[in-house]
């Protein structure tokens, strides 16, 4: 990309697509183009593709996603995968044939299987049963990248697709059920200490092994590879390193200054066992991470504090 290109990213008001603006903006790039859902709504073909005509953008990141935790997949699985299918169909296939230079796609570890090789390689893609508390929202991303993937082949186009493992940071969302399991645990002890609570309860038996990633490390990935890598296999985006979630809850609530008990809630599910992603073609490609969990944690509990919006989403 060069400086004075167009670059459009799409969902630049959410936890990734604003990392990647802020990353953008941080290397000299300036003429970024965004629209907010009520200015564009992505669901909606003809209006996709008559801001496409109009603007021309030479490189798209596409971060715009319905997103949510294991109980908004469990619960509403119809609406996690319309709306990421359309949203992505309609941003990919304008970008096609509207002449966009380059296009990456923002995926999600949940794509690769249940079972699948600790850690994940791209090539565990497919090759047996997904997680089915978060299906929908997996096969909606699966057929993105694939789409991606098929336009490459079909067309010539230069299309790429990031995974990312379980992100956190600055524009998160902290809502108490439509959450992901790092926010969620801030806002819950947050409340917890300021309510002086005796007991922090938390779903399942704190087992699973999960790995984290600092959304702005994210973001300086995603502009890496789309200078630096061409390919129809998606590229892992993560720091090769897990914890358990009975880790994760320790450390959140030591930052924050809980002193009370935790508890676990073994009627709730757990989700998957693990989930620990291969970063070598990342690291062969010459990326790695920069933000530590405990530094990350902080970080993103002082966005919590001085961002109180945030925490009514």
């Known amino acids: 990309m060069e400086k004075f290109d167009k670059i459009y990213v799409a969902g630049h008001r959410g936890m990734v697509g604003s990392a990647i603006v802020r990353e953008l903006k941080k290397q000299g790039y300036e003429n970024i183009i965004t629209r907010t859902h009520a200015e564009l709504d992505l669901t909606d073909q003809r209006a996709v593709n008559e801001f496409f005509a109009e603007e021309k953008p030479d490189y798209v990141f596409l971060a715009a996603a319905k997103v949510g935790g294991i109980e908004a997949n469990d619960k509403a699985p119809a609406d996690f ?67 991606c993937e098929y336009l490459n082949r ?8 990031v995974m990312p493992t379980n992100l ?26 300021e309510s002086g609570a005796e007991v922090v309860v938390c779903w399942g038996d704190g087992s699973p092994l999960r790995e984290f990633l600092y959304v702005d490390d994210l973001a300086n990935l995603c502009v890496f590879l789309m200078n630096n890598y061409s390919g129809n296999e998606t590229v892992n985006a993560g720091t090769g390193k897990e914890i358990s979630i009975k880790g994760l809850t320790e450390i ?62």
């Not at 169909?89 to 570890?109: D, H, P, Q, Y």
């Not at 935790?262 to 070598?280: A, H, Y």
Request: net charge positive; aromatic share 10%.
């Open 81 to 147: 995968l319309y709306q990421n299918m359309m949203l992505e169909m309609n941003v990919i296939n304008a970008a096609w044939r509207n002449g966009c230079k380059k296009l990456e796609f923002l995926g999600s570890s949940c794509i690769y299987p249940r079972m699948a090789p600790q850690p994940m390689p791209e090539s565990c893609l497919l090759t047996s049963s997904l997680e089915k508390t978060n299906e929908a929202y997996a096969l909606a991303k699966i057929s993105g990248l694939k789409y």
């Open 154 to 161: 079909q067309y010539g186009t230069d299309y790429i697709s």
């Open 168 to 193: 956190y940071g600055p524009n998160d969302n902290y809502h108490p059920t439509h959450s992901h399991v790092l926010p969620a645990l801030i806002r819950r002890f947050h409340e917890a200490k």
């Open 252 to 313: 959140v609530a030591e930052v924050i200054g809980y002193e009370g008990r935790i508890e676990w809630d073994t009627t709730k599910p757990n989700g998957t066992p693990r989930k620990l992603l291969d970063v070598s073609k990342a690291t062969a490609l010459g990326w790695t991470y920069t933000t530590g969990l405990r530094e990350g944690i902080a970080l993103s509990y002082q966005d919590f504090l001085t961002n109180p919006m945030r925490a009514e989403r």
